[in-house]
């Protein structure tokens, strides 16, 4: 079945250093969405990547898709420490229409 | 919009009975659900799918006799989990979308400990 690996699996930052979390696919994607989770809360939808090559940004964060659609990538520039939290890929694709495949999602410390 | 309702937040029980957990779609009419399980510092992980008015997909691996998924209406989805144990103390997450092609929204999710 479709797997999506997700690294690193954690990541400290000092406020103000850049942050970035990898996603890997195993099969090409339809498309790939990102959410932050805080922590004892529940995911929260940030962006949905669909064409090859997509980038877009959201203010300080950066995503890229993959020309093959197998990988993407989320970039913080400067990071704050609201950014504190856990950030999950989530691949579309295959015959299951809409069903998502989350990557392991990566922990954002950030220091003060 | 598209905001998703989950009842109860938190739940304690006791092990054997049964808990049911209510997904709710507050302002949109929800074709699909999904329902997750998410353990501590894990990734979410898919249970089922579930389309209104249809029986639910389930994941490999997943009991569908212990998992019980009803999605009568298009804006509520239930999960009952049956004969709890402490092994299926876990945050349960449900989304909702409107198509196959639509974002997913996530409910805030129940806590479940079964003592």
């Known amino acids: 079945g479709q797997q999506v690996m997700q690294i690193p699996q954690y990541q400290h930052v000092q406020e103000g250093e850049d942050f970035t979390t990898y996603c890997n696919s195993s099969?090409?994607?339809?498309?790939i969405q990102w959410y932050k989770q805080r922590p004892g809360g529940h995911p929260v939808f940030l962006i949905q990547?669909?064409?090859?090559?997509e980038v877009k940004k959201q203010k300080r964060l950066t995503f890229q898709f993959g020309e093959a659609k197998k990988n993407s990538s989320l970039h913080i520039t400067a990071t704050q420490t609201t950014d504190v939290g856990t950030y999950f890929c989530?691949?579309?694709?295959?015959?299951?229409?809409?069903?998502?495949?989350f990557g392991q999602g990566t922990i954002l410390t950030v220091h003060p | 919009g598209a905001v998703v309702s989950q009842h109860p937040s938190r739940v304690i029980c006791k092990s054997g009975t049964s808990v049911k957990i209510e997904c709710r779609s507050l302002?949109?009419?929800?074709?699909?659900m999904f329902w997750y399980r998410q353990f501590p510092k894990q990734s979410l992980m898919l249970m089922a799918t579930?389309?209104?008015?249809?029986?639910?997909?389930?994941e490999q691996g997943v009991e569908k006799d212990k998992f019980l998924i009803n999605h009568a209406s298009l804006t509520l989805s239930t999960l009952t989990v049956t004969s709890a144990h402490p092994e299926d103390s876990s945050f349960y997450i449900c989304?909702?979308?409107?198509?196959?092609?639509?974002?997913?929204?996530f409910g805030p999710g129940t806590r479940l400990t079964v003592l």
């Open positions: 989304s909702a979308c409107r198509s196959s092609t639509d974002t997913q929204y």
């Open positions: 099969t090409t994607l339809s498309n």
């Open positions: 990547l669909v064409k090859s090559g």
């Open positions: 989530a691949g579309a694709g295959g015959t299951s229409y809409g069903k998502l495949t």
């Open positions: 302002d949109f009419q929800a074709t699909t």
């Open positions: 579930s389309n209104e008015g249809s029986k639910a997909t389930y």
